[in-house]
Nanobody
Framework: QVQLVESGGGSVQAGGSLRLSCTVS????????MAWFRQSPGKERDWVAA???????MYADSVKGRFTISKDNVKNTLSFLMNNLKPEDTAVYYC?????????????????WGRGTQVTVSP
């Protein structure tokens, strides 16, 4: 059974930092694309960042230069370091496991999902 469990969310002021973690079981982060999505109230779930099986990383323009995605193939975990947070980063953040080794940016490119962790950034 595949499980993805996020942790590390919370509330911070603008300019602060948070580190999200995703613990994965039953699925190899080494062999597949792994990604972070986020969803704000009343909005669609948006792709934010991804890392493929070759450790190539991709970011949405809105977070490029502020957020860093990484994975640990030994611990089978995915991490997301978020610096210089802005109020518009407020959302529920989801860890997602891809269908292939290369990454896409669409919801349908991902087959397994965590339940999400809330990130709230105050002005």
């Amino acid at each position: 059974q595949v499980q993805l469990v996020e942790s590390g969310g919370g509330s911070v002021q603008a300019g602060g930092s948070l580190r999200l973690s995703c613990t994965v079981s039953g699925y190899s982060v080494r062999n597949y694309c792994m990604a972070w999505f986020r969803q704000s109230p009343g909005k669609e779930r948006d792709w934010v960042a991804a890392v493929n099986s070759l450790d190539v990383r991709m970011y949405a323009d809105s977070v490029k230069g502020r957020f860093t995605i990484s994975k640990d193939n030994v611990k089978n975990t995915l991490s997301f370091l978020m610096n210089n947070l802005k109020p518009e980063d407020t959302a529920v953040y989801y860890c997602a496991a891809g269908r292939r080794s290369l990454c896409g940016r669409d919801y349908g490119d991902y087959v397994y999902w965590g339940r999400g962790t809330q990130v709230t950034v105050s002005p």
